[in-house]
């Protein structure tokens, strides 16, 4: 076993989705065993068509093999096992909340809950109770391995000794990264333009109520939500789920079917709903949203705000921090400090092309450890905001180095030994369970070390 991968969980079991699940192909049989537990071609073949579905179209994406399935399904099985040997529990809750955002990312995925149970042939809740035995085992899968990695630390000298390790014509090369900042101001809208707005949106409720216009209908004309104009307006709701405003989710559960909702403030605008269905703590609602418009004077305003953030910071009466905290609108960077950052894993070290070309132009004269003058911008929702830039730090074009690439160079390393602390625990721990594997894969390298404790099963079983 060459290599154990941290994801290799997300690998056999996370990914299948709703309709693999639901849909197992017709020739089946056991093609692997880890003490008691089964693991079945279908589940292979299935995983193996998930991502297949996920990644079309996608450039880059390697799919595994069925070896490289079968080797991650025999490693979920042994920390399952070994999980439930050492008392490891999962709660109903941690189940129910897990199953509940699988049933909604496939209820955006297909469009409805209706659509949904239409193409599985099972309803909502039938779907739900085949997935709890799947996601419990997942997630003891998951509190098994970081128990085995909880105490993998890196020190300075590892990270060192680590780099040291690499082939010099084998380090990648950066091109010149800066560390950035910033504080940003959302002006707001004054009252009689928020009123006026508020006023059309009556309008529009006026509109649908009275069968002159269907809400949909109006969604296209007038809706200012990118995320769902082409849907119709449309969201799938679950009364549990943070990432909604609570302004917004409090209003769509308190509407009975069909009902559209007084006009609703939330930190995105101001939005009419439409109740379209509901079911427990699920719900399906439409919404129309507008953004009232500020004007050149909020814009002023908001610029004089900053410019004398800016004073402050440059006289050191005020901390980068401390101003963050205490301006900043922007929920992204907010609670790190203003920090701008990159990628899922977080990374704050940002190549030009990554920078929007007016943060490059604000850049464009400064020197570490400077701040810039306030700039109006547009946001990623189509908002006018006044943003002040800190650059931290600009590295020069470089081959990878301990001086300038420590934090990326220890992050590896410290993957690098989490791995290690996996493969060496698997070692010590195959041989103790019964391990079956068929014929069709005796020729997986991969695997070699489950085929010798097969092997060494069956010759126990003969014996």
């Not at 910071?313 to 301006?327: M, P, R």
């Not at 464009?364 to 006018?384: H, I, M, N, W």
């Not at 301990?402 to 410290?414: F, H, K, P, T």
């Amino acid at each position: 076993m060459k290599k154990v991968l941290l994801i290799v969980i997300m690998l056999c079991a996370g990914l299948v989705s709703v309709m693999a699940q639901t849909k197992k192909v017709v020739a089946d049989k056991i093609v692997g065993q880890v003490g008691d537990r089964i693991i079945l071609r279908s589940d292979i073949l299935n995983a193996i068509s998930d991502m297949k579905r996920q990644y079309q179209g996608q450039e880059n994406v390697i799919i595994p093999t069925e070896c490289q399935v079968l080797e991650g399904q025999l490693i979920q099985k042994a920390l399952i096992l070994q999980a439930e040997k050492d008392s490891l529990s999962v709660t109903e809750e941690e189940i129910d909340a897990t199953i509940d955002n699988r049933i909604r990312a496939a209820i955006q995925q297909y469009g409805s809950k209706d659509v949904l149970e239409e193409i599985a042939g099972k309803t909502i809740y039938q779907l739900k109770e085949d997935f709890r035995i799947t996601f419990r085992e997942q997630k003891l899968a998951e509190q098994m391995q970081n128990k085995i990695i909880e105490t993998v630390k890196i020190t300075p000298t590892e990270v060192k000794a680590y780099y040291n390790k690499i082939p010099k014509d084998s380090l990648p090369f950066y091109e010149s990264e800066v560390e950035l900042s910033q504080i940003v101001i959302i002006p707001k809208a004054n009252r009689d333009v928020e009123e006026y707005v508020s006023k059309q949106m009556y309008d529009y409720k006026r509109q649908v109520e009275n069968g002159t216009q269907k809400f949909e209908a109006l969604v296209k004309l007038y809706s200012e939500d990118p995320g769902s104009k082409d849907a119709g307006g449309q969201y799938n709701l679950n009364r549990n789920d943070k990432n909604w405003d609570p302004a917004f989710l409090a209003a769509s559960f308190r509407l009975k079917e069909n009902q559209v909702s007084q006009v609703v403030k939330s930190k995105f605008g101001l939005h009419i709903i439409q109740l379209m269905s509901r079911s427990g703590d699920e719900a399906v609602v439409r919404h129309i949203l507008r953004i009232p418009p500020v004007t050149d004077d909020e814009v002023k305003e908001a610029v004089a705000k900053l410019d004398s953030v800016r004073k402050q910071l440059k006289a050191g009466t005020i901390a980068f921090g401390e101003a963050v905290s205490k301006y900043s609108d922007d929920e992204n960077s907010k609670f790190n400090a203003g920090a701008i950052t990159a990628g899922q894993d977080g990374n704050i070290f940002l190549s030009i092309d990554m920078l929007d070309k007016d943060m490059v132009v604000a850049l464009k004269d400064l020197k570490p450890g400077d701040f810039s003058a306030p700039q109006v911008y547009t946001d990623e929702r189509g908002r006018k905001a006044v943003r002040l830039l800190y650059l931290k730090r600009r590295t020069e074009p470089h081959r990878e180095n301990l001086m300038d690439d420590y934090n990326r160079i220890a992050q590896r390393a410290l993957e690098f030994k989490k791995n290690e602390a996996l493969e060496k625990w698997f070692k010590e721990h195959i041989p103790t369970y019964f391990v079956s594997i068929d014929k069709d894969f005796t020729g997986c390298d991969s695997i070699k070390d489950w085929k010798a404790a097969a092997d060494k099963a069956d010759k126990a079983r003969k014996n």
